[in-house]
């Protein structure tokens, strides 16, 4: 089993800053594979990025994915209020299909 | 624009069974993959399983081998997941989640059910 890791676990930060979000692999994971998601309290996850780096629909262009092998990247070059949220990476490409324990984007 | 609509909350007594349903509105249903995932109260999301309904064959994590059966009824446009011996670690909320492109299992998940509450409790 592909076990991600995330940091930090808490990242607090004002609006108008920047995240930069880490999701590490114990082992190589093909960039075609990865993704990310945001949560909100009581609501599902969300799609954000998918193969490392393609943002999905209607996902603004201050998220971005990067990384390769065993370690990514999800950065938000400036939060927004509503980008106050709990981030998950995601591996599909190996069963079985395993999330990190997420990143929580707090306001400072 | 397809939805994904998921059955009640339950509550069910430990060494009990679980069957939670995910009904699709809109687009295609048959050759998209419908994963089920859970998530417990302060925790990461968890894969259970997956299925393509146009054909049949579950794919289980290992950890839930034996306990949970996923099956798809195409003509109602439906997905189930029934977990049974539910203890009380498996209180948790259910997704469901289908894959972003069809006729594949490697896919990430767009849509996703409002999620079903199951706690089990004496």
């Known amino acids: 089993e592909i076990v991600l890791t995330q940091s930090p676990g808490t990242l607090s930060l004002s609006p108008g800053e920047r995240a930069t979000l880490s999701c590490r692999a114990t082992?190589?994971?093909?960039?075609?594979?990865l993704g990310w998601y945001q949560q909100k309290p009581g609501q599902a996850p969300r799609l954000l990025i998918y193969?490392?780096?393609t943002r999905a629909t209607g996902v603004p262009d201050r998220f971005s994915g990067s990384g390769s092998g065993t370690d990514f990247t999800l950065t938000i070059s400036r939060l927004e209020p509503e980008d106050f949220a709990v981030y998950y990476c995601?591996?599909?490409?190996?069963?079985?299909?395993?999330f990190g324990g997420g990143t929580k984007v707090e306001i400072k | 624009q397809v939805q994904l609509v998921q059955s009640g909350a339950e509550v069910k007594p430990p060494g009990s069974s679980v069957k939670v349903s995910c009904k699709a509105s809109?687009?295609?249903?048959?050759?998209?993959?419908i994963n089920w995932v859970r998530q417990a109260p302060g925790h990461g999301p968890e894969w259970m399983g997956g299925?393509?309904?146009?054909?049949?064959?579950?794919n289980y994590a290992q950890k839930f081998q034996g306990r949970v059966t996923l099956s798809a009824d195409k003509s109602t446009r439906t997905a189930y997941m029934e977990l049974s011996g539910l203890r009380s670690e498996d209180t948790a909320m259910y997704y469901c989640?289908?894959?972003?492109?069809?006729?594949?299992?490697?896919?990430?998940?767009?849509?996703w059910g409002q999620g079903t509450l199951v706690t089990v409790t004496a």
């Open positions: 989640a289908r894959n972003f492109l069809a006729l594949s299992l490697v896919q990430p998940f767009d849509i």
């Open positions: 809109g687009g295609t249903f048959d050759s998209y993959a």
């Open positions: 299925i393509i309904p146009i054909f049949g064959t579950p």
């Open positions: 082992q190589s994971v093909s960039s075609s594979d």
């Open positions: 193969e490392a780096v």
């Open positions: 995601q591996q599909y490409g190996r069963s079985p299909l395993t």
